[in-house]
T-cell receptor, first 113, second 112 residues
Framework: DGGITQSPKYLFRKEGQNVTLSCEQNLNHDAMYWYRQDPGQGLRLIYYSQIVNDFQKGDIAEGYSVSREKKESFPLTVTSAQKNPTAFYLC????????????FGDGTRLSIL | QKEVEQNSGPLSVPEGAIASLNCTYSDRGSQSFFWYRQYSGKSPELIMFIYSNGDKEDGRFTAQLNKASQYVSLLIRDSQPSDSATYLCAVISSGSARQLTFGSGTQLTVLP
């Protein structure tokens, strides 16, 4: 089955700790995205990548880092510099061509211990 | 700042009625428009997309786009309790490298 797999589903972070959220896709999509969603709000873009070994900051990149070493994978690290990390994190991918929609993984819910 | 605005609701309609969800956007150069459905605690699911003026129908769903007035709407005919969810409007703006800008969503409740 083609799709986007995010893991883990739930994650807890201790003070001062970095944590990494996994996102893998087997849709052969060029573009991948990370969003953050806070309760009752829309999605805000953290980082995006349109091609392997290249990525750009979104609207709220501070306190986060990413890598894109393989087309299929786009992990997100939430660093200790992100002081309010509790949120629902969503990974998405698309073919990257104009008009093409983004499809989402099931998300990772991150909380602070 | 490119913005996408939606009424947050909640919007309640009786079962079998038509639900009308509206969205306005600020960037006149916006190219593509998407409606996602999000159930509580779940990830967004694509419902419709449209990029030409006019109507686009898919089953019980109709998306309407008016670029001159900068609004896009979603009509749900014969609403069912299973349609109860938050509906997110998303827009690809001009020069945005295919980035989606999301509205904050409209919560819809279909009453049995």
């Amino acid at each position: 089955d083609g799709g986007i797999t995010q893991s883990p589903k739930y994650l807890f972070r201790k003070e001062g700790q970095n944590v990494t959220l996994s996102c893998e896709q087997n849709l052969n999509h060029d573009a991948m995205y990370w969003y953050r969603q806070d309760p009752g709000q829309g999605l805000r873009l953290i980082y995006y990548s349109q091609i392997v070994n290249d990525f750009q900051k979104g609207d709220i990149a501070e306190g986060y880092s990413v890598s894109r070493e393989k087309k299929e994978s786009f992990p997100l690290t939430v660093t200790s510099a992100q002081k309010n990390p509790t949120a629902f994190y969503l990974c998405a991918s698309s073919s990257g061509t104009v008009h093409q929609p983004q499809h989402f993984g099931d998300g990772t819910r991150l909380s602070i211990l | 700042q490119k913005e996408v605005e939606q009424n947050s609701g909640p919007l309640s309609v009786p079962e079998g009625a038509i639900a009308s969800l509206n969205c306005t956007y600020s960037d006149r150069g916006s190219q593509s428009f998407f409606w996602y459905r999000q159930y509580s605690g779940k990830s967004p699911e694509l419902i419709m997309f449209i990029y030409s003026n006019g109507d686009k129908e898919d089953g019980r769903f109709t998306a309407q786009l008016n670029k001159a007035s900068q609004y896009v709407s979603l009509l749900i005919r014969d609403s069912q309790p299973s349609d109860s969810a938050t509906y997110l409007c998303a827009v690809i703006s001009s020069g945005s490298a295919r980035q989606l800008t999301f509205g904050s969503g409209t919560q819809l409740t279909v009453l049995p």
